[in-house]
């Protein structure tokens, strides 16, 4: 409305209990704020009834200070409830790695999409294996990490790239068709904050060669899945699914070309929704208020 | 959670302003009600900012008088924001009358869908101008009522549809490809709760024989829209559209067919939206919480 | 193009050698036949280049004798390549006996396409081992069997289905949620010949529940798969597939209402195609004509 | 099959009659020429049939000589039929020319899948009447035009575009949101070989700015069109058309994301089908042999 206005989200997960909602919604009127949009849902899941809420509000950064809203919120609403929560202001703009191999098409779609501005966010590196797609980026002016794996020495790669992302204070990293399987505290340290695309309509053909697995099934429809990646390989959390129809005339090159298409854009939506905070993980789900 | 506990829904819509939801999830929580679903939407229409929501609540009808709370709703919240709202409680189950013709697709996928309990309602009355599907719909045991069109006297026959919906205290009239304009005074009468489903995907192919206009054009999609009927023919609100490939192999007989499907399934959505007050209409435009 | 014209398909299976349309073609040339649709496809399976061929032509009968042109064509053309063929005629109309348990959609969904014309076949028979639905069907003029597995005796009961498919020459079972697993005998009787509903985008969640699968593992999408039933449940050669959305609103309750819609359309392709002769099995594949 | 072997496309056009395939196909086979692939169709339009086939058909290029071919064909088959007919050789590779203005998505998705492999032409020319796209694309080495119109001079820059496109021997203009209208002669210069992209399910929302069309009329699914360009803006044979959803909740700016995801996909798959030449024209219609 007035162009002087701050917006910032509210993220919160508790248990579900009568005035939750209220109580929120109270508190953040009470402090000068005006909420232009909310989506909240409950679940159950393993016997506990579970509360989920995303709440967008605006504020005149002179009347209010984000800062005491958190103090107060604490003290006030979060506690009560037993609340994990958070308050992502405007100026939370989220570093992006990207890790590559040889295929392009995942980690164009995705640069595309930011240059153009509808993928809002900071990337200050790219990281790959292979050397081969660093002249198709040059124009985005992203500095490229060709981090090889020498000797068969994955581990020691691997410290390269987390000291990369831990130098560059990365808060997501994309799996842009990366090909190499993480270790387990490679995970751990960015738990929640790995997305991984998988050429495959998951659970159906997890593993290697999902295309390959498919033309021996005779399916009539392949599919792309976006997923956080857990230490159990095409296990995690699937945030977003697509699938394209085959026909028996469509051999492995034109699958490949057909799920190119689809991965593309399930792994851009995926991304997007993350950065846009939308997405909550519940166990080996997630929710996402898109 | 208990199964003493009834649930309600409420809906709102005024103009927006800080401040809206905190005013109303306080009054629920404090009328001892809980939220178990909101869905609230803001939007500019004409230069003024309007207000849309839908709430959920639970309560225990031993505690709580619904009769009160829409007294102290109206008085306490309702009145400062110039809300234009509405109860629903469990039990205001809505009344359906079905308006058909020849053909027999979108009826039956309605009354199929009641019987199976997925279309909450009660179904008093079918109407058709012909009698050729009155067998077909015996064994779903509603009234069926042959109203043909005798000598060209239109209106007398549209009188006669008028005096069944209001004798049976009709809430939502249906229209499954009943073929027949309705005049301005019956549209009047059932302002808004009047569905209709136009086989092509509106805009395109406006008025009669959209599957002819369609193959003259040469698309390679045709769909199916539902609408509010409007006075002015297939310019309605548009609660739900879809669509299905064609390839040039798909002639007339086919386009039909493929056609019905589409129909059907659309139309069966906008109904279950309209009947669980999710559809919101805005000038010519619907928002839908579903 | 005149009255008096029949219409035949010619359907081909052999190796791929050169010059087979040719010398297919020329032979229904040189035999006053009218070729009007026409299709053909090679694969590579297991070392071997397989030709499939599906023709429809149109000839006088008065001038031409199919029983003559099939003599011929073995003779002619058949014999040299080995290849395996069959001619349709128009008055070739397949026999199916559709099996159902409890669940009716499925069934009420072919039944409805066979009465508008759409789906061309008889059906003598509905079989169930539950007396539910017999009403339900009843408008539709078909002998409804009920055959209920009694004291756990299924072999008994399924003798009595299959004397009951022989005694009608039924062409195709349709499993319509039928529910039962079938005998290997049964299912050799009528190889290739045994449609299933799989409510499951196959090969994820094969076997029992998989819409309870599909919400354990979070998937945004289901979906459903039409296959020839083989011994190895849900194994059998794909026909078709399709799939729906899903979000995290969706309780099981929403997921089987919107399974059910894509499990009709899906299964009545498949047996459209089937019965129109424009499926062919090569191992555990299907090439579909359509 | 042989390494030694190439491959040729024939495209046939005419009136319909019996014996068409045979004659086609036994002349293939006696010109030791082995048929893989065929696709063929009649269709009834204005009172005559038609008839259209497209086969692709392998030789030894030792013993098969293509222009005798050519020239056997035209005297044996072609003249009796009244064809209108071509061979397409492995070697005739189209030639592309993408004409663009600021936007990116539509040029870039071609480009991208050139790069890949995906689009099979030469693409020497890129057209802009703006310059700011000329550094994003220069990492794919193609000379890029700036063409702009000075002082409103729109037939000068016209003229100096078909110049450039005359002197590379262009066979396929690509208006990739080109937002400029072709005269007359232009079009008639590069009849049935321009295609264009619509962003809107065409025939809704003709002219300017579909997407404000769209969200003034509350559709619940936009499109895209990809279409050849005709003298009569909009109106053009369409060749593919693809949709995506909307809710209530997407903007004119997401609505303008979402639409380029389908834009990019819609105009990739039609270029691609035109230079496999797959596409037919028949008077404001396309048959694809896709």
Chains 1, 2, 3, 4 share one sequence.
Not at 51 to 67: G, I, S, T
Not at 102 to 116: F, G, N
Request: glycine share 4%.
């Amino acid at each position: 409305m007035s162009r002087q206005l701050s917006t910032a989200k509210l993220l919160i997960t508790c248990q579900d209990k009568p005035g939750i909602i209220a109580a929120v919604t109270n508190f953040l009127a009470l402090n000068k704020t005006n909420i232009v949009h909310a989506d909240q849902h409950s679940m159950q899941e393993e016997n506990e009834s579970l509360f989920f809420m995303r709440l967008v509000f605006e504020y005149d950064p002179k009347k209010v200070a984000v800062d005491q809203i958190q103090q107060s919120f604490e003290k006030e609403v979060a506690s009560d409830y037993g609340m994990q929560w958070h308050i992502f202001e405007d100026g939370d703009v989220k570093k992006i790695a990207i890790l590559a191999s040889k295929t392009d098409h995942c980690l164009l779609e995705i640069l595309w999409r930011w240059r153009s501005g509808e993928i809002n966010a900071d990337i200050p590196i790219i990281i790959s294996n292979h050397s081969s797609l660093e002249s198709e980026v040059k124009s985005f002016n992203i500095p490229f990490h060709h981090l090889p794996i020498v000797n068969n020495q994955k581990e020691k790669q691997e410290e390269q790239v987390i000291a990369l992302l831990k130098n560059n204070d990365i808060d997501l990293v994309i799996l842009a068709r990366y090909m190499q399987i993480l270790s387990k505290s490679f995970i751990d340290e960015y738990q929640n904050n790995i997305i991984n695309i998988h050429h495959s309509f998951l659970p159906a053909f997890v593993g290697a060669d999902p295309y390959g697995q498919a033309i021996d099934r005779g399916v009539k429809v392949v599919g792309a899945t976006a997923h956080y990646a857990t230490e159990n390989l095409d296990q995690g959390p699937i945030i977003e699914q697509d699938v394209i129809r085959l026909t028996h005339r469509d051999d492995r090159r034109k699958i490949i070309e057909l799920g190119k298409e689809v991965e593309r854009s399930v792994l851009a939506r995926a991304v997007k929704w993350h950065l846009e905070d939308k997405v909550f993980i519940v166990g080996n789900k997630t929710i996402v208020f898109n």
